[in-house]
């Protein structure tokens, strides 16, 4: 089954605006990391948060990562029609050798 | 240069057929993997090699073989395809260690009719 849910499944904002989007996992984690996907194209890697960490930051992007509650989030900043793609939280977890992705969030940027 | 490459892009086929997926990482990197991403977008590990040697290997049919001939290539064998194979199939790799992302090819879509 899925390690991660996702919420919201979809969100559509104007250009400009914030888009914040939450990840939930299951186990225990060494990191999570965010990924992006466009239509058709393989995912790209984001940002990656430790297990230790509390809050990370990457140019327009912030992070946050609470791991009493397993959970994170993934804000973009001053949204572009650029950054429309599906994003998944993905999770790296002890021992498992291998990410276990969230279901994602579709994300429309209406310019 | 292409980091992970896999080929065909798209790949059309009938039931009961046999097929292949390629793929290639200039990475160096000593892992690889192969997840399946379904019709509603979830994305499922597969398989794991690490330095040639099978890693993980999830709760996928025995039609599906991978071989990996050395730590730069994954390839991916389907034998007798079936309709539910439909997906989008992507080769990854990753450097062994923690705190490392993965790197992913721009995906094969499968198409079983």
């Known amino acids: 089954s899925q390690q991660g849910e996702e919420d919201p499944q979809a969100l559509s904002i104007q250009e400009g605006e914030n888009a914040t989007m939450n990840c939930s996992y299951k186990t225990s984690i060494n990191n999570l990391q965010w990924y992006r996907q466009n239509s058709g194209r393989g995912l790209v890697h984001l940002i990656l948060i430790r297990s230790n960490e509390r809050e990370k930051h990457s140019g327009r992007l912030r992070v946050t990562l609470d791991t009493s509650k397993k959970s994170s989030s993934l804000l973009i900043t001053a949204s572009r029609a650029a950054d429309t793609a599906s994003y998944f939280c993905a999770t790296d977890g002890a021992g498992r050798r291998a990410l276990t992705f969230g279901s994602g969030t579709r994300l429309q940027v209406q310019p | 240069d292409t980091a992970v490459s896999q080929t065909p892009k798209y790949l059309v086929t009938q039931m009961g057929n046999d097929k292949s997926i390629k793929c290639e990482q200039n990475?160096?990197?000593?892992?690889m993997y192969w997840y399946k991403q379904d019709s509603k977008k979830f994305l499922k590990i597969m398989f794991s090699?690490?330095?040639?040697?099978?890693?993980i290997n999830e709760t996928v049919p025995n039609r599906f073989s991978p071989k990996s001939p050395d730590k730069a290539h994954l390839n991916l064998h389907i034998n007798s395809l079936e309709l539910g194979d439909s997906a989008v199939y992507f080769c990854?790799?990753?450097?062994?260690?923690?705190?490392?992302?993965?790197?992913f090819g721009q995906g094969t879509r499968l198409t079983v009719v």
């Open positions: 990475l160096g990197h000593d892992t």
């Open positions: 990854a790799s990753s450097q062994v260690g923690t705190d490392t992302e993965a790197f």
């Open positions: 090699y690490n330095n040639k040697e099978l890693i």
